[in-house]
């Protein structure tokens, strides 16, 4: 079936991911999966299905919205927003069964009493949310003192420079900062604790019992840098199609300010995906796509809807299928092109490009 563009997901590759990273890390941790943002673009029903099938029981999730998602379609496990809830949709969390993160002393005074389920995070140096770790005495005291107005089960801090070898010590500062609000209040014996994502996991002290696994149960690297375990690989492809072909002469130009201007005889594609779906427009005359493993450079500007590549001397037809993201061209490539992470390049892929699962 020919389409105009569309992403292929294989849910096996997801599954591998998520096996080969929980044989790497510490047996103590379970992990935990995180699926917000409908799964970095993979949709995040179909993600959390495949995984609940090799038995994960544990989910994060950015919001409530997300988080009843996954319960109407029957996702069993814990359910964890890491974000902000408001305070007027505390009845559909404990409708829901699901766990809410709380985010500073004003928000767990707002919460309480509500009769629902709760972790509390600490900041131990991003600077995001949480009660602030470099205040322990008075983390213990919120935490004593809000114990019994939820159900709490757990306790957690996000690290932010994991990803960077050369910061490894502000990385064990977080955790040692993390491993003493946990220890003043181990006597409630609180089931979760847990302060690692995709990158602590892979290379720092194991502390707590869940690790939260976003980017690489994708398949796609925390930083640019990092080296991931072996097999683990990309889960998405990104397709398109030849829909034009035609011949430029030395002097024209191409697309929208005319911002590319032809030198010799040269033969274009139009692909028919452009900004409006997600593709970055600061690849305009930067990224290239892969016809029949060939690159073809990205020429003028990125259009809304199109964008334009050099095909010259390559062997290409109407309708040869495109590859956009794909072996040979991956997120973390594309992303380390125009400076940004390959979270957001999958993150950006719009609703309008529909989901194709293998
Ligand atoms: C997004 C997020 C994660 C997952 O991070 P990755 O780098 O994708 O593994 C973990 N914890 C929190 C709090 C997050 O917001």
Redesign the pocket.
């Given at each position: 079936m020919i389409r105009r563009s569309w992403v292929e997901i294989d849910l096996d590759v997801i599954k591998t991911n998520y096996k080969i990273y929980q044989s790497y890390i510490d047996p103590k941790q379970s992990v935990m999966a995180?699926v917000?943002a409908d799964a970095y673009g993979h949709g995040a029903v179909r993600v959390a299905k495949a995984l609940q099938s090799i038995g994960c029981k544990f989910f994060?999730v950015s919001n409530i919205e997300e988080a009843i998602e996954l319960r109407e379609a029957g996702i069993a496990g814990e359910i964890l927003v890491?974000g902000y809830t408001p305070i007027t949709s505390a009845n559909d969390l404990r409708a829901y069964d699901i766990t809410q993160a709380l985010l500073s002393e004003n928000y767990t005074e707002r919460m309480a009493a509500k009769g629902i389920k709760a972790q509390f995070a600490i900041d131990t140096g991003m600077n995001r949310i949480g009660l602030d770790a470099d205040d322990s005495h008075n983390c213990e005291l919120i935490i004593r003192k809000y114990n019994n107005q939820f159900r709490l089960t757990g306790l957690f801090t996000?690290l932010c420079v994991a990803d960077t070898e050369s910061e490894a010590v502000f990385t064990e500062q977080q955790i040692d900062k993390f491993r003493n609000v946990c220890s003043l209040v181990r006597d409630l014996n609180l089931p979760y604790i847990h302060c690692l994502?995709?990158?602590g996991g892979l290379w720092n002290d194991s502390f707590g019992n869940l690790t939260?696994?976003?980017?690489?149960v994708y398949g796609l690297k925390?930083d640019y840098s990092n080296t991931l375990p072996i097999g683990i690989k990309p889960a998405l492809e990104w397709k398109s199609v030849v829909a034009m072909i035609k011949n430029v002469h030395p002097g024209e130009t191409i697309g929208y300010g005319r911002s590319y201007k032809a030198k010799k005889e040269m033969k274009v594609a139009t692909i028919p995906t452009g900004y409006a779906d997600g593709y970055n427009r600061l690849l305009s005359n930067k990224g290239y796509v892969l016809i029949k493993g060939a690159k073809a450079p990205i020429v003028g500007r990125i259009c809304m809807d199109q964008m334009m590549v050099d095909v010259t001397g390559l062997d290409v037809s109407f309708e040869d299928e495109v590859t956009l993201l794909g072996e040979g061209c991956n997120a973390d490539d594309m992303a380390h092109f125009i400076s940004t992470i390959g979270?957001e390049v999958i993150c950006d892929i719009s609703k309008r490009v529909p989901k194709v699962y293998l």
């Amino acid at each position: 079936m020919i389409r105009r563009s569309w992403v292929e997901i294989d849910l096996d590759v997801i599954k591998t991911n998520y096996k080969i990273y929980q044989s790497y890390i510490d047996p103590k941790q379970s992990v935990m999966a995180v699926v917000k943002a409908d799964a970095y673009g993979h949709g995040a029903v179909r993600v959390a299905k495949a995984l609940q099938s090799i038995g994960c029981k544990f989910f994060a999730v950015s919001n409530i919205e997300e988080a009843i998602e996954l319960r109407e379609a029957g996702i069993a496990g814990e359910i964890l927003v890491l974000g902000y809830t408001p305070i007027t949709s505390a009845n559909d969390l404990r409708a829901y069964d699901i766990t809410q993160a709380l985010l500073s002393e004003n928000y767990t005074e707002r919460m309480a009493a509500k009769g629902i389920k709760a972790q509390f995070a600490i900041d131990t140096g991003m600077n995001r949310i949480g009660l602030d770790a470099d205040d322990s005495h008075n983390c213990e005291l919120i935490i004593r003192k809000y114990n019994n107005q939820f159900r709490l089960t757990g306790l957690f801090t996000h690290l932010c420079v994991a990803d960077t070898e050369s910061e490894a010590v502000f990385t064990e500062q977080q955790i040692d900062k993390f491993r003493n609000v946990c220890s003043l209040v181990r006597d409630l014996n609180l089931p979760y604790i847990h302060c690692l994502n995709s990158a602590g996991g892979l290379w720092n002290d194991s502390f707590g019992n869940l690790t939260r696994l976003g980017i690489v149960v994708y398949g796609l690297k925390p930083d640019y840098s990092n080296t991931l375990p072996i097999g683990i690989k990309p889960a998405l492809e990104w397709k398109s199609v030849v829909a034009m072909i035609k011949n430029v002469h030395p002097g024209e130009t191409i697309g929208y300010g005319r911002s590319y201007k032809a030198k010799k005889e040269m033969k274009v594609a139009t692909i028919p995906t452009g900004y409006a779906d997600g593709y970055n427009r600061l690849l305009s005359n930067k990224g290239y796509v892969l016809i029949k493993g060939a690159k073809a450079p990205i020429v003028g500007r990125i259009c809304m809807d199109q964008m334009m590549v050099d095909v010259t001397g390559l062997d290409v037809s109407f309708e040869d299928e495109v590859t956009l993201l794909g072996e040979g061209c991956n997120a973390d490539d594309m992303a380390h092109f125009i400076s940004t992470i390959g979270y957001e390049v999958i993150c950006d892929i719009s609703k309008r490009v529909p989901k194709v699962y293998l």
